[in-house]
């Protein structure tokens, strides 16, 4: 199981110890530090939809400028997560071909927690 995730993020650190404690093994992909590459990006946007991934009540959300939040498209909303990582919605959850984002409670009832 993979999770792309902030290490500052405390919703990232919960589902974190959760899916440990559950007994999960989980590979650590943490987005500012080690980035996004176009290819990973263009699987998980095919998997989630560029929708699902921007997180529009993100601090980097905010500090963009009004321009770049406008009439947002698949194109555009790619190019701002390779440019800005830490835009991305977390944390996401890659178990096999099924991806998940963020950790609500229909997330964690999938894994059985």
Known sequence: MKLY???????????????????????LHDVRADGLDPSTLATLEAALGFEALVNKKSTTWRGLSDTEKSGLTRETALALLLEHPTLMKRPVIQNGDAYSVGWTKDVQASFSL
């Open 5 to 27: 995730h902030l290490k500052t993020c405390d919703t990232c650190r919960k589902a974190i110890k959760a899916l440990r404690a559950a007994g999960h093994e989980l590979e």
